[in-house]
């Protein structure tokens, strides 16, 4: 995800406003994304004006995840001791999917090469 953050952040008409980087530093509910606000172009007939565009990058784990936990806090209709119990387990859920996801990542640069990019766009 860092990878493509940056690739999309060295775009010379994008600017980076914002970084939230919810993958190093998760939310108390187990939460994990990076987010970043771009200054992208928008052409009308008077020119370019820069609009501010949030991208949510996401491995499709955490997607998941926070669709769950989305349908939980929101749409769910159910008791408050089984809300309590089902966020606990989200959160025990997102402690694993991130173990998982760096070993399989080791996996997948081990296999193909691929540089380490732990780092997200600067703002």
């Excluded at 010379?12 to 939310?27: A, H």
């Excluded at 370019?48 to 209709?77: C, G, N």
Aim: hydrophobic share 40%.
């Amino acid at each position: 995800m860092y990878a493509v953050a940056q690739y999309l952040s060295k775009q010379t008409d994008i600017q980076v406003l914002q970084v939230k980087d919810y993958i190093k530093n998760p939310k108390p509910n187990g939460y994990r994304s990076l987010h970043v606000i771009y200054a992208v172009p928008v052409f009308l007939s008077s020119g370019a004006h820069y609009t501010p565009v949030e991208v949510q990058f996401r491995t499709i784990a955490m997607d998941y995840w926070a669709s769950l936990e989305h349908a939980l806090r929101y749409k769910a209709d159910l008791p408050d001791a089984k809300l309590a119990e089902h966020s606990k387990t989200l959160l025990e859920c997102a402690q694993n999917l991130q173990a998982i996801e760096a070993q399989m990542q080791g996996i997948h640069r081990d296999i193909n090469g691929a540089p380490r990019v732990e780092d997200a766009p600067e703002s």
